[in-house]
């Protein structure tokens, strides 16, 4: 305790105190950093760096799915290559080998249309250009946006083999998806057929499902009558008119067959009309003339199911009303026949509605039964088009009708059709309304029953062109699903289980001790697969369980090439491996313009004779060239450090895409490799959500809704953009706006801060001064070290759980609530007043304080690399500035640590923090009411109504609460504490509230020890 020295004589105590001092600043200025941190890394090889400093380790390989090489870098984008990156950098954390190869997909329809684009604005047709200049303008397209993403990924901070992307449109990728697609034909797998398959008339190809997108339309609904003219099982229906309903009025020209259903109970409706004519017309021939077919009203009526009469003679008062208008009045009844079973129309037939334009029009109409058939809605009768639906194309098949490809690929009938010759487009609404050529001609041969414009339903639409597909039956090109693959060896059950389906086995799995289908296959492979989340196994898995066959054929020019050549006497494709070794050579020598006609007797050797054969000139779906992605990156060779040091099979570890691609690239992935390899190209698959807006809206360039994440890093920076992604739940749709951004920003400024105070803390820090001995330290050092030793486990679990918003979580909060709001509030007054010429290495507790802080440094700037890759690399350049990059270290070691940590501290301090957030909340109202300035000058009694002190003095309760005295008492009080304005003095040094401090300004016993030297 000090003598008692005049105010005016009181010492400047402000040189001897410890204040930490750092370069690294509060403000980030990431726009203007970041850059130069990037420039930084690819000047020194940064990731030649860490692939030599991995090299020999445990690997963990994620395969890229390659985006298409099609604009600029959107929302999505980001948030789908933050997530891969953190997964790499977090593996590579953990100190394996963690290559990751960026590729792009560059084949396929969102390319050639965006060629196609421009052509139309310079008014030119694309057919007229030879082929090779056009796939050369679609190849410059890609690559041009390749390049354009690269530098905006890179600019984002993902790290990888940025010189040595994969991009399907390299020679070596071509001519690898020719060889898979031979393997496909070598083993019997390929077949051509015609069936319908989702078709785009505006751009004149087949699609993919994962193509095609649904929206809700409105579309015209027409009720038409088939006049039955032959029924042998009932021929009282003969005369009488089956009615369909039908939502594409244009596809009645390609009508062959009626399908109703057995069980389903149908009637016969008649119509009663009671009128009064409009003077000179007699009965209901106004309606009649308007109406024709309402002339057979005398000789029967109509056949529909005796569920659906209501909705029907709805439909048809609607029709009789708008054609009645107001000069007439009448009456309308209907009247039913007895029920009769769908099974008594077997061998039933009607003819067409405009059987009278002869030859195709003029064949009968056969009812055929139709399991698919339903009373949902419509009149339960269905009029099948093979040409344009599945179950129509079924049925007819097995009924000997064959398709008539009647329309064209953009979407107009064929010139020669009898009726509506060369007229469309089919997907127009106008084609189809009620005042259309359709339903006119409908209309006047008295077959026409109702009609309107007012029907609302979801339907498909092509993803890039925005416009309606339709179904279309054309030859193309096919993967059979449930056809034995001979060539895959048979696999025994592993009793793999569903999680989501109450632990039942994969439904095939008791067929695959026998040569699996390429459907089995696959099934097997997702009951093998790890998903996160869990649920996408039963997504996929239901869409594989149900797919039809694999359409693979596309009829546009910039893709690989489907390499076959057809026998044209027996319609089979030449199966021979010295011509395939041939094609694959030349397609790796001069990629896809290798396969043209002027080189097909080349190809076939002096053994075949090219006149003999049919080159194919369709292109392959661009799913299946992204699908064997897994066989040129992780097989070839290219990228050495992909290989696997054991040589096994290689399969990515995993694949980490949006939900989307479940009907997408992780099928095709999938199929791809259980067609050649009998198992899946991945050991688990990890899938995100879509990025929505503020409230929750889908993000469209016509709702001006979009966010740019270009935008997003020049106003933030990337790793704002890079801590938004890693704190959301990405496995479910999520959103980003102004305020959320600011939330992040907030959070990110809260974590720099931490790593400014650590900075600023360690500064001076030497070996010297640390404490190895954990068991030496203070229990708060201890318990803090407890709280890293669980946070480790915890980040660590959340690494191997791909949990990485739990893991951005964890950091936080550690930042912000244990250390900034806890421990370094607390430990402020030994870091400022433990140092002085006395202890010139710090007190004990100071030393303890500052090893653990050096601690805290090296494991958190570690756990925030995966994160904030630029921050990190600031931190730790700015306390290491020859140290090398923050990326090359690996997981902190604190086994150390670990060795010291003890369960019970974290309860014990627990309740000390507890009661720490009671007593602040008590002081509160003090500071507003201006009795106190901080807790510093409040003295606090404890009673012992407050449990879970009995272990603690009182002198470190005061350090923990920062208050000027704490006392504890057992006498019973009707409250656990009281906190009222300290009476004791202000040390001129510490500023400490103390009974030793005999008047404000003097020194407490603590800091006039520190300054006196020995």
């Not at 890394?41 to 760096?49: D, P």
């Not at 060629?115 to 057919?127: G, I, S, T």
């Not at 992909?642 to 992780?666: I, K, P």
């Not at 008047?999 to 520190?1010: F, I, K, Q, S, Y």
């Amino acid at each position: 305790m000090t003598e008692s020295t005049p105010a005016a004589e009181q010492r400047d105590y402000r040189d001897t105190v410890f204040l930490p001092k750092t370069d690294f600043p509060m403000k980030a200025g990431l726009p203007q950093k970041e850059p130069l941190i990037l420039a930084k890394w690819i000047e020194g090889n940064l990731e030649g760096q860490i692939r030599e400093a991995r090299r020999g380790r445990e690997q963990f390989v994620l395969h890229d799915g390659p985006p298409y090489a099609n604009g600029d870098m959107h929302i999505g984008h980001a948030l789908n290559h933050i997530l891969k990156d953190m997964v790499v950098r977090t593996q590579t954390l953990k100190g394996k080998d963690s290559p990751y190869v960026p590729g792009w997909d560059c084949h396929g329809l969102p390319i050639e249309w965006k060629v196609e684009e421009q052509y139309r604005k310079k008014k030119l047709n694309k057919d007229e250009v030879p082929v090779e200049e056009f796939r050369a303008e679609c190849r410059a397209y890609a690559q041009h946006w390749v390049d354009t993403q690269r530098e905006q990924l890179k600019r984002l901070g993902i790290g990888g083999d940025w010189d040595h992307p994969y991009l399907t449109m390299d020679y070596e990728a071509e001519a690898t998806i020719v060889r898979e697609l031979l393997k496909f034909a070598a083993n019997d797998m390929l077949y051509r057929g015609a069936k319908p398959v989702m078709w785009s008339p505006v751009e004149k190809t087949a699609l993919a499902e994962a193509e095609v997108e649904y929206e809700d339309i409105v579309s015209t609904q027409i009720d038409v009558a088939f006049e039955i003219v032959e029924s042998p099982n009932s021929p009282w229906l003969v005369g009488k008119s089956a009615v369909i309903w039908t939502t594409t009025p244009w596809t009645i020209p390609v009508n062959q067959a009626l399908a109703y259903g057995s069980d389903v109970d149908y009637v016969e409706v008649m119509v009663d009309f009671d009128t009064t004519p409009p003077e000179g017309e007699t009965d209901f021939n106004a309606i009649a003339r308007a109406l024709p077919v309402l002339d057979r009203l005398d000789g029967g009526g109509f056949i529909v199911a005796k569920e659906l009469t209501g909705a029907f003679e709805q439909r048809l008062c609607n029709t009789i009303a708008s054609l009645a208008g107001e000069a007439t009045n009448y009456e309308v009844s209907f009247r039913h026949s007895e029920p009769f079973k769908g099974s008594d129309l077997a061998g039933t037939v009607a003819r067409h509605p405009m059987h009278h334009l002869g030859g195709f029009f003029a064949r009968p109409r056969p009812f055929l039964a139709g399991d698919f058939v339903t009373t949902d809605s419509g009149t339960g009768l269905v009029h099948m088009s093979p040409d344009h639906g599945e179950d129509d194309f079924d049925l007819c098949k097995a009924n000997g009708l064959d398709p008539v490809f009647a329309v064209e690929g953009d979407g107009k009938y064929r010139e020669d059709w009898a009726w509506l010759g060369g007229q469309g487009s089919v997907i127009n609404p106008k084609f189809n309304a009620p005042d259309g050529p359709i339903c006119s001609d409908l209309r006047d041969a008295g077959a026409l029953l109702a009609a309107s414009a007012d029907y609302k339903h979801s339907y498909p639409h092509s993803w890039r062109s925005k416009a309606k597909v339709i179904y279309r039956c054309t030859p193309q090109w096919f993967v059979p699903m449930d056809k034995v693959m001979t060539h895959i060896e048979p696999k025994t059950p592993r009793e793999k289980r569903w999680e989501n389906e109450g632990g039942a086995i994969n439904p095939h799995e008791e067929d695959l001790c026998d040569a699996p289908t390429l459907r089995q296959a696959a099934m097997q492979a997702i009951a093998d697969t790890r998903f996160v989340p869990a649920k996408g196994r039963n997504r996929i898995g239901s869409m594989v369980e149900g797919r039809p066959d694999w359409v693979l054929s596309r009829q546009r020019a910039w893709g690989v090439p489907i390499t076959l050549f057809v026998d044209r006497k027996t319609g089979h494709y030449l199966n021979d491996p010295i011509v395939n070794d041939r094609i694959v050579a030349a397609v790796r020598e001069g990629g896809v313009d290798a396969w043209n006609d002027a080189r097909a007797q080349e190809y076939l050797g002096p053994d075949y004779d090219a006149a003999n054969y049919e080159r194919i000139t369709d292109i392959l779906d661009v799913w299946f060239d992204s699908g064997c992605t897994h066989a040129f990156v992780l097989e070839s060779g290219k990228w050495p450090h992909l290989v696997r040091h054991d040589g096994s099979t290689h399969s990515a570890d995993l694949y980490l895409e949006g939900s989307d691609q479940h009907r997408g690239w992780f099928q095709s992935s999938l199929l791809e490799s259980c067609g050649t390899r009998g198992q899946a190209p991945y050991k688990a698959v990890l899938t995100h959500g879509f990025t929505m807006d503020a409230k929750g809206f889908k993000m469209s360039k016509s709702l001006g809704n979009t966010i740019s994440p270009i935008d997003l890093m020049r106003d933030y920076g990337a790793d704002i953009l890079r801590l938004w992604a890693l704190s959301v739940d990405f496995t479910e749709d999520h959103r980003i706006g102004k305020e959320i951004l600011t939330g992040v920003a907030d959070q990110y400024r809260k974590l720099r801060n931490t790593f400014r105070y650590l900075l600023g803390a360690l500064d001076g820090f030497s070996e010297e001064e640390r404490i190895t001995d954990v068991s030496a330290m203070p229990e708060l050092e201890r318990y803090m070290l407890s709280l890293l030793a669980d946070l480790d486990a915890k980040m660590a679990q959340a690494v191997d759980d791909f949990d990485y918003n739990s893991y951005t979580r964890l950091l936080a909060d550690f930042c912000n609530e244990d250390l900034s709001a806890f421990y370094f509030d607390i430990r402020k007054d030994v870091l400022y007043c433990d140092l002085g010429p006395a202890a010139p290495l710090g007190t004990d507790t100071r030393r303890a304080y500052r090893s653990v802080l050096d601690v805290l440094f090296h494991a958190l700037v570690r756990y925030a690399a995966p994160v904030l890759v630029f921050t990190s690399e600031e931190v730790w350049g700015t306390r290491y500035p020859d140290a090398g990059s923050v990326h090359l270290l690996e997981w902190p070691n604190l086994d150390n640590v670990k060795a010291q940590h003890v369960g019970n501290l974290l309860n014990r301090w627990s309740a000390i923090r507890s009661l720490r957030s009671k007593i602040s909340e008590e002081i509160e109202p003090l500071r507003r009411e201006k009795k106190i300035r901080s807790s510093l000058e409040a003295q606090v009694w404890i009673h012992s109504a407050t449990p879970g002190l009995e272990w603690i003095s009182n002198e470190a309760l005061e350090e923990v609460l920062i208050s000027s005295t704490v006392t504890t008492s057992g006498e019973a009080r009707g409250h656990s504490m009281e906190i009222a304005p300290t009476e004791n003095h202000k040390c001129g040094r510490c500023w400490r509230h103390l009974p030793e401090v005999t008047e404000d300004g003097a020194l407490c016993n603590r800091c006039d020890t520190v300054l006196t030297a020995a």
